[in-house]
């Protein structure tokens, strides 16, 4: 087992073995289909219970009734959560207290932020190959193996540290190698892909000196796991401005990402991994955002510095330099400031509820109409999209106030979350006028009955809100797999085009209230 093995001879102690059900976990993750995925779920017992447990917390159930299926909790949270889940229910696993300076929590506090950044650079580098999650989650588990090992040994590696030696230098200093050989060697040992193993072996080595026998792709890893090492840092490192520099530039030379959407996935990443925190117990760890921290520090800087005008005389050399220093980070804040008027609105599209109604939002909306329409297709499903327009709000706005918008929409998505399914998908869109709905395993003629009771809920609080009988209009698309021509699969984008032609429809002939459509543009009123 080459180091490892040489160091247990020499401390006489045995290998600490990797959790059963996180080599499974592992294992699956990066081998197994989605369908595999959820078979294999539903046979291990302690994670379906984990994945059902957080599909019913208050964010995600909210009033409905318990959720008791896997099916419907793959439904509620989605795949890639779901995937996420797994991978962190391994820190569960390998956690213990400790009453020394070294820190589970911390530790895996870190790598879950590492998944959460490495899943939003997946959404703006493809291609973005699985693995790469699991590498940022386990690329400095070496450090939590010499530590179970000898923590004798990795204490003296955290006070060489303490007194200004990087983490590579004082692991060498005291065992002779360093954490990524060590992640590399004891995770070998589960099969796992030959390129997530290069992977965590170089991803501290500098590129510029790898070996000419290191594949290019490896080369390209490494420049992801190097970028999520930087941005973590802004957050966990001791030099936070510093790594967050070099997150920008590192971002901006090798991935030609603009400094807008670098300052989004920083700004964006504590509501992430916040998440994950509750989730897996650390709490102590909740983040708040790179510009709120500015903010703070800058605060701080600005009270050190009235305490220093009281001693003026004394400390003039040390005041100016403080001085310099609120002065650029008031510029810094001023360019920051202007970004996040920026990206506001991007924000919006990470957080997948809408801020007023505590609906999902249209990003989210067709993230998932897009899962929903691939899962009907894989496992022969029916499914029905609808599409609904409030009639005249935009009018009855500018008659009454914003906050009178505020309260009719409260209250209009609090009734129609009651007639829905848990399973359902409700969105609230950019335009307030339009809600989108999405119902999984249902006909057209389920989503007419659908379409009714929400006709009778709109009209219901248009008039306990607004005292004017208004309703709204609704286009009903059903998808059925049993009916299509399996090789021409409709994108999310002729799907809503189909629906605002239907609802065109109903506006200019308004003799209805609703209809279906056909994906083969066959209309049927009713």
Do not use: C
């Amino acid at each position: 087992m080459g180091e490892i093995e040489a160091l247990l001879k020499n401390l006489n102690r045995e290998l600490p073995p990797f959790p059963e059900v996180g080599v499974k976990i592992l294992q699956n993750l990066l081998f197994k289909e989605e369908r595999e995925l959820f078979e294999f779920l539903n046979t291990e017992e302690e994670l379906w219970n984990f994945i059902i447990s957080v599909s019913n917390l208050p964010k995600f159930r909210k009033a409905s009734p318990p959720i008791e299926d896997l099916r419907k909790a793959f439904l509620v949270l989605g795949d890639d959560l779901i995937k996420n889940l797994l991978l962190g229910y391994i820190t569960f696993k390998i956690r213990k207290e400790t009453f020394d300076s070294f820190s589970f929590p911390k530790f895996w506090a870190r790598a879950i932020l590492n998944l959460s950044l490495s899943h939003l650079l997946s959404s703006l580098l493809t291609p973005y190959p699985f693995h790469l999650h699991v590498a940022s989650f386990l690329m400095d588990f070496g450090i939590v193996v010499l530590y179970l090992i000898s923590p004798e040994g990795y204490l003296k590696v955290l006070s060489l540290k303490s007194m200004g030696k990087d983490t590579l230098s004082a692991e060498k200093e005291v065992f002779g190698f360093t954490h990524p050989e060590v992640s590399a060697e004891y995770l070998e040992n589960f099969s796992l892909p030959r390129r997530l193993i290069l992977d965590l072996y170089y991803h501290h080595y500098p590129l510029e000196d790898l070996p000419e026998e290191v594949p290019f792709y490896i080369l390209e890893d490494l420049k992801i796991l190097k970028l999520i090492d930087y941005g973590v840092g802004a957050y966990f490192g001791k030099d936070r401005e510093e790594n967050y520099e070099n997150f920008k530039n590192l971002a901006k030379l090798w991935f030609n990402l603009d400094e807008r959407e670098n300052f989004k996935l920083i700004e964006t990443l504590p509501a992430i991994g916040n998440l994950y925190f509750e989730i897996f117990k650390l709490e102590e760890f909740f983040l708040i955002p790179y510009s709120k921290w500015l903010e703070e520090k800058e605060r701080e800087i600005k009270k050190i510095t009235e305490e220093l005008q009281k001693e003026a005389q004394k400390g003039a050399e040390l005041l100016k330099s403080y001085e310099r220093e609120i002065y650029k980070l008031w510029k810094e804040k001023e360019n920051l400031l202007n970004q996040i008027k920026i990206t506001e609105k991007k924000l919006k599209e990470v957080n997948p509820f809408h801020e007023l109604t505590g609906l999902y939002n249209e990003g989210y909306f067709k993230k998932r109409l897009k899962e929903e329409i691939l899962r009907a297709k894989r496992y022969k499903r029916i499914l029905s999209v609808l599409l609904v327009n409030l009639e005249d709000l935009e009018e009855l706005i500018k008659k009454f106030d914003f906050s009178v918008e505020d309260t009719f929409l409260k209250k209009l998505s609090q009734n129609l979350l009651k007639n829905l399914r848990r399973v359902d998908i409700i969105a609230h869109f950019k335009d307030p006028s339009f809600l989108g709905i999405i119902l999984p395993e249902t006909p057209s003629s389920g989503a007419v009955v659908v379409a009714r009771k929400i006709l009778k809920v709109i009209e219901t609080v248009y008039l306990e809100v607004f005292k004017e009988k208004k309703s709204a209009f609704i286009s009903i698309l059903t998808y059925d797999s049993a009916h299509l021509d399996p090789k021409k699969e409709p994108s999310v984008e002729i799907i809503l085009k189909l629906l605002n032609s239907g609802l065109n429809l109903l506006k200019n002939t308004k003799q209805s209230r609703f209809l279906v459509l056909r994906l083969d543009r066959e209309l049927e009123s009713r």
